[in-house]
């Protein structure tokens, strides 16, 4: 499956860090009323049946809202919920794996933070890159950081749409100008604002902005 490039404009990445006392269902419906065009449920502590569980609702939210849904890592769990995709690092399962797992007619996405990891994902499947981290993030603390140069170079060496993920807010996002993304991937600069839709609305049209 082909992914759009639209799809990876704003996309959000689910934390648990910032709930608030709210949930995790109500603030994922808060970017997606902001204009979020991809959602990520990335759930590090959860059991299995509790993440099933929490899949299933938000890939039926995704859903009315028109939004492609991806999961983190699990091809288990992915399956079993019929989400769009999975989204896999490099310590994960490779793509091809993934791919073989799950069928043509899903999505999906690779971390790579340099050119021959970008360049194999590829060749194994992947339907899009998330590159980074291109600025210090405190949500991955083992994280490295890919220069600017590193993600032009990424972006000008595959035929598959590239994200920018890491640290990126709408403070910085113009710094990526020119750098051949097609959108970007963020965490708290949607679910650690006091305000996740106005956040949310600023940082796509800033995003947009950058890419004009």
């Known amino acids: 499956m082909n992914c759009n490039r639209n799809d990876l404009l704003l996309y959000a990445v689910t934390d648990r860090s910032w709930l608030r006392g709210g949930t995790l269902y109500g603030q994922v419906e808060k970017a997606l009323?902001?204009?979020a065009t991809m959602l990520q449920l990335r759930e590090k502590e959860l059991s299995e049946?509790?993440?099933?569980?929490?899949?299933?609702?938000?890939?039926?939210?995704?859903?009315?809202?028109?939004?492609?849904?991806?999961?983190?890592?699990?091809?288990?769990?992915?399956?079993?919920?019929?989400?769009?995709?999975v989204h896999v690092g490099q310590s994960d399962r490779e793509a091809g794996s993934v791919r073989e797992a799950l069928g043509r007619d899903r999505i999906v996405g690779v971390s790579a933070q340099t050119v021959e990891q970008a360049l194999l994902a590829e060749k194994r499947g992947a339907d899009y890159l998330g590159v980074g981290a291109v600025f210090p993030t405190g949500t991955k603390t083992d994280a490295s950081e890919?220069?600017?140069?590193?993600?032009?170079?990424?972006?000008?060496?595959?035929?598959?749409?590239?994200?920018?993920?890491?640290?990126?807010?709408?403070?910085?996002?113009?710094?990526?100008?020119?750098?051949?993304?097609?959108?970007v991937s963020v965490v708290s600069a949607v679910f650690a604002a006091g305000d996740i839709t106005k956040a949310t609305k600023e940082l796509k049209a800033k995003t947009l902005e950058m890419l004009g």
Do not use: W
Request: hydrophobic share 45%; charged share 15%.
């Open 146 to 183: 890919v220069s600017y140069d590193t993600l032009r170079a990424i972006c000008a060496a595959v035929r598959i749409p590239v994200v920018a993920i890491g640290g990126i807010g709408s403070h910085n996002v113009m710094k990526l100008r020119g750098s051949g993304i097609c959108g």
């Open 33 to 35: 009323q902001g204009g």
């Open 49 to 85: 049946a509790a993440f099933l569980e929490e899949a299933k609702r938000i890939k039926a939210l995704c859903r009315y809202y028109g939004v492609p849904f991806i999961v983190n890592d699990s091809v288990t769990i992915a399956a079993a919920v019929g989400a769009d995709g």
